[in-house]
């Protein structure tokens, strides 16, 4: 009998763990699999372009977790540099463009894997396609910048986007000597916090030298005698800039699936069920950056872009489609990220997530230290927990501070995975000593604090 042959579309995060788990249960003679990659790189990090940049970590070659040989070596079938543009759903089958020779053909399918990620959102503003103004989405994106960065000899970078990835391309271009200027949109920085924590965020990146604007959106990029950048407009001012890079966010890529007829969601993203089968198509699958994720805090689907549910998408996707079983639960939205020395943790619903599906809630904000006041290095971190009115169960944690902060918030994650109240979280055997942590670690100060509130709301 002929190999069944698996198609995958896209050739990073989920795509190639979903190749690879899939080679892992079948081998070769039962299962052909083939990969399409558009761009240069394969299975490469793009969460490391902004340490890159800055020069904490070498690159491109050790951002790539695995090169196409290796993947070949495996008997993956990974054809780069050759785009698939179109789906025929019912013909099982989809069209290849060879982007180097020109040629385009058709290849057949069993099974079918989108892992198509995302796109930046890049505005229709005057200017943008500027020499000087970039993007950091791939690692051809962090080779270009750099390169850019080489050749330009004025020392004015402005940010657009104040996102995770515009914090973290702001210190980037502090660490290489640049005067960095973020213009941001939103009230303040990080707007995956609510705006008291994102203000604490504003608050230590003036400390840091980083000038935030808030409020502010681009209206258009300013260019010099020689078409190169020269400052960035909004509506009030003007600031000038050698270098811009562009953090605005992203978009899920489905335009291939969305025009072969595939179900996507509100944002945009594909529509799966919980073993990540494309809704209505048993054998055709998508994961990553393209797909709308179940939010289990919410109730509703979201489109959240991070490498850390990619990988998990394509190890269910591969056990699934290499004849085994996976499934992928949902999230409850867990980040974290930093700037500078300033680290930033988030999981669950911020208040106006809660309130938009109906939820009434309580907050509590503590400030603490990542240690033992007394200890040497003990630096101050603010928890802001949100519980559910009435019931206390945990709905969301915010956590901002120095060393130590951000991951603090993976206890909340998987209280909020188990669906704990602020009460229960309060007797939780957390570790201790003087160098970690004061003796009631800042996330249980917070859940006490938490308990108390909502002990107060519910006698109101
Ligand atoms: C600067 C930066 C920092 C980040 N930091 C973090 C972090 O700290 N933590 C975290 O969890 N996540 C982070 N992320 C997000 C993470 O990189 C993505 O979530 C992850 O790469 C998604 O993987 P994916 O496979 O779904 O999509 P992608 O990585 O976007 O891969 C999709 C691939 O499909 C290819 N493709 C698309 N269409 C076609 C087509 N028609 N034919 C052939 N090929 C196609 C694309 O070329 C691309 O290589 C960061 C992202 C960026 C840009």
């Not at 503003?125 to 970039?134: E, N």
């Not at 750099?146 to 970078?157: M, Q, Y």
């Not at 000597?177 to 608050?203: C, F, I, K, S």
């Not at 980040?335 to 997530?353: H, M, N």
Request: net charge neutral.
């Amino acid at each position: 009998m002929a190999a069944e042959r698996l198609v995958v579309i896209g050739g990073d995060a989920a795509g190639m763990s979903a190749a690879s788990q899939a080679r892992r249960l079948k081998g070769p003679g039962e299962l052909d699999i083939v990969a399409f990659e558009r761009g240069r790189f394969t299975s490469y990090s793009a969460c490391g372009v902004p340490y890159w940049v800055g020069g904490d970590v070498e690159g491109p070659d050790a951002l790539i977790a695995r090169t196409p040989e290796e993947h070949r070596e495996r008997s993956i079938d990974l054809r780069m540099r050759t785009e698939v543009t179109g789906i025929d759903v019912a013909g099982q089958r989809v069209r290849a463009l060879d982007r180097d020779s020109g040629e385009a053909y058709w290849t057949d399918f069993d099974k079918l894997v989108i892992a198509t990620g995302a796109r930046p959102v890049r505005p229709e503003l005057p200017g943008i396609d500027a020499a000087g103004v970039h993007g950091v989405q791939t690692l051809d994106d962090g080779q270009a910048l750099l390169e850019t960065l080489e050749r330009t000899t004025g020392r004015r970078a402005v940010v657009v986007g104040a996102g995770y990835i515009g914090v973290e391309m702001a210190e980037a271009m502090l660490r290489r000597g640049y005067e960095v200027t973020v213009v941001n949109r939103g009230a303040q920085p990080m707007a995956t916090l609510d705006p008291d924590m994102g203000r604490l965020v504003h608050e230590a990146m003036d400390g840091m030298g980083i000038t935030t604007v808030n409020g502010a959106s681009v209206t258009r990029i300013l260019t010099g005698p020689d078409g190169r950048v020269s400052a960035v407009a909004t509506a009030d001012a003007t600031y000038p800039a050698d270098v811009v890079v562009l953090g605005i966010g992203v978009e899920p890529e489905t335009g291939l699936a969305r025009a072969a007829g595939l179900p996507t969601g509100p944002s945009g993203g594909l529509l799966t069920d919980l073993s990540m089968r494309v809704r209505g198509h048993h054998n055709i699958w998508a994961g990553g950056d393209c797909v709308e994720v179940l939010d289990l805090v919410a109730g509703r689907t979201r489109h959240i872009a991070l490498g850390t549910h990619a990988n998990k998408h394509g190890q269910v996707i591969g056990a699934n489609a290499g004849g085994g079983y996976g499934t992928f639960p949902g999230v409850v939205g867990t980040a974290v990220s930093k700037v500078c020395d300033l680290e930033i943790g988030r999981t669950g619903l911020r208040e106006k997530d809660a309130a938009a599906v109906g939820l009434r809630y309580v907050t509590a904000t503590i400030e603490s230290t990542g240690r033992a006041g007394y200890y040497p290095g003990a630096r101050p971190m603010t928890v802001k927990m949100i519980a559910e009115y009435r019931t206390g169960r945990l709905l969301g944690v915010q956590i901002v501070g120095r060393e130590g902060a951000a991951k603090r918030v993976d206890v909340a994650a998987v209280a909020l995975t188990a669906g704990m109240t602020v009460e229960a979280m309060t007797a939780l055997d957390l570790g201790y000593a003087p160098p970690f942590s004061p003796v009631w670690d800042p996330v249980l100060v917070a859940a006490r604090k938490a308990v108390t509130e909502v002990r107060k709301a519910g006698s109101a």
